[in-house]
């Protein structure tokens, strides 16, 4: 195509508007920091933070008016002249409340009249393959409680499909892919099944599909995202991915849009899904061919383009964060590898998503994509060693520092209601808990109570006992009484005979 033809001044139309909007969108949102700060806060360096905003940040009304009697290169003169708020010229007293709120009424008017397109959605959706279960309030909050994973129930998650099944424009042979438009379309119909917001970038140029994630990845709902996920449907090698003109782009410029330098404040889990080939290979049976009609007929240069400085909003972080940790890498074939592809859509695809609909409720990610790796591996063992079987093990790349939970269903209404179910749950198992130790407690004093009965009979039954022993001690002891009384008797009656007989004599 001939160069500033209408295609390409249409393209460089569009990428201004972008920019525009970007740069409008930040003004305000920069406004609206500096109107929150308290009034008694409002002192000189807040007032140069102001009057910089507007010269530093409005370069397109440099040589303007804007409305109130003094121009911006005015403003740049005096900049150090204002005091408690205030900006004087030539005796003339402005507050910059005033300009912020001109110069944030022109920003609304022009973004009313430029809106964001609508993203384009799937002409002919496809039902889903499953539908997801959805997450038990309770249970989810007893994982939360336990597990502590990523928050991801916090906001609303943030997805790009990037899809380029059309190779016909490319300046290099290169096979198109039908079954992308079946992995576009049942990859749409999982996410939009989460509270998540999902924009298509299909049969885009390299450069294209660079200024589409710039922009993508700089959107509100994207940078306030509990979660983010990329998808690359299309063809690849190791490390990049080819656009619909056969330019290879670095899956390192599409990452670095969205690592934790240059899209959050606040790391949050990332999942990259690439359906892409990462190389030549291909496994048949138990032997490494090449396959006959390698798709890719052209040479790949790893070419990092992406500039940190150009279009990619940075963070002011308040602790050091590895840039790339939190993300999850989720290949449909191993390193140096092909992928499979089937008019159907990617065999690896299919089962993750039948498996994430399953199980995702209530199982981490990552021990769903485990179990995917063992019950293939189970499947491949069973094969003949003669197979013409195509093998292919997918894998995955885990920087996470906490478990991932995808929690369908599940945002902070749920789990202000799991919570409630919890605290009900823990109050009625307290009250069982202490009726159990009543009971317990019952059982040992009852148990306590029959004892001491026990012991008590047995003491009355000693005590009886000695009763009647001392019963019959005191009869002896009578018995005793009557033997020694007659034998005192007899003694007497002796004592008398003798008397007697000794008189006699």
């Known amino acids: 195509m001939a160069e500033g033809g209408p295609l390409e001044n249409n393209q460089d139309a569009d990428n201004e508007i972008d920019r525009l909007r970007q740069h409008f969108s930040t003004i305000r949102r920069r406004i609206s920091e500096l109107v929150e700060v308290a009034e008694k806060e409002r002192n000189h360096d807040w007032t140069i ?60 008017n022009w973004l009313r009249d430029h809106p964001e397109e609508e993203p384009i959605v799937p002409d002919s959706a496809t039902s889903p393959l499953t539908t ?30 990037i899809k380029v099944s059309d190779y016909s424009s490319s300046v290099h042979p290169m096979n198109s892919l039908p079954g992308a438009d079946a992995d576009f379309n049942n990859l749409w119909n999982f996410l939009t099944q989460f509270k998540c917001s999902v924009e298509p970038c299909m049969n885009q140029s390299a450069e294209e599909i660079r200024q589409t994630i710039k922009k993508w990845s700089n959107k509100k709902e994207v940078r306030e995202a509990s979660i983010i996920f990329v ?77 940190p400085s150009e279009g990619i909003q940075t963070t002011e972080a308040t602790e050091i964060v590895p840039a790339h940790s939190d993300f999850l890498f989720i290949y449909s074939t ?28 209530n199982t981490d990610i990552v021990s769903i994509l485990r179990e995917i790796n063992y019950e293939l591996g189970k499947i491949y063992c069973k094969l003949p060693m003669d197979t013409s079987e195509i093998i292919t093990l997918p894998s995955f790349e885990s920087y996470l520092r906490k478990l991932l939970y995808l929690f369908p269903g599940f945002g902070k209404n749920e789990f202000e209601q799991g919570r409630k179910q919890f605290e009900e749950q823990s109050a009625k198992e307290a ?24 012991e008590l009979q047995k003491e009355k039954k000693t005590e009886e006992a000695w009763k009647k022993m001392v019963e019959n001690q005191d009869k002896e002891i009578e018995q005793l009484r009557k033997k020694l009384g007659e034998t005192e008797r007899k003694l007497e009656e002796t004592k008398k005979v003798r008397s007697f007989m000794i008189q006699i004599y």
């Open 431 to 454: 009250r069982k808990k202490n009726e159990m130790k009543r009971m317990k407690r019952g059982k040992m004093l009852k148990k306590e109570i029959a004892s001491l009965k026990t």
């Open 132 to 161: 997801v279960k959805k997450c038990d309030p309770l249970t989810t909050f007893n994982i939360i409680q336990e597990k502590r994973p990523y928050e991801v129930y916090k906001g609303a998650g943030a997805a790009l499909i």
């Open 231 to 307: 998808a690359l449907i299309g063809h690849g090698n190791n490390g990049i991915f080819f656009a619909s003109d056969g330019d290879s782009i670095p899956i390192f410029d599409l990452i670095q849009c969205i690592d934790n330098l240059h899209c959050s404040d606040n790391p949050r889990p990332k999942i990259i899904l690439n359906l892409c080939c990462r190389g030549g290979l291909m496994q048949v049976g138990s032997n490494y061919e090449k396959p006959e009609e390698y798709h890719m007929k052209r040479p790949s240069h790893l070419t990092f383009k992406v500039n």
């Open 334 to 361: 191993s390193q140096h590898m092909v992928a499979t592809e089937a008019p159907e859509g990617n065999t690896f695809l299919r089962e993750l998503l039948e498996n994430l609909s399953e199980k995702c409720h």
């Open 49 to 108: 933070k102001c009057l910089k905003l507007v010269v530093d940040y409005v370069p397109t009304l440099q040589e303007s008016n804007i409305g109130l009697g003094i121009g911006v290169n005015d403003i740049r003169d005096v900049l150090l002249t204002g005091a408690d708020g205030q900006l004087v010229k030539n005796d003339q007293v402005i507050d910059p409340l005033s300009i912020f709120e001109t110069l944030d009424r022109e920003c609304e």
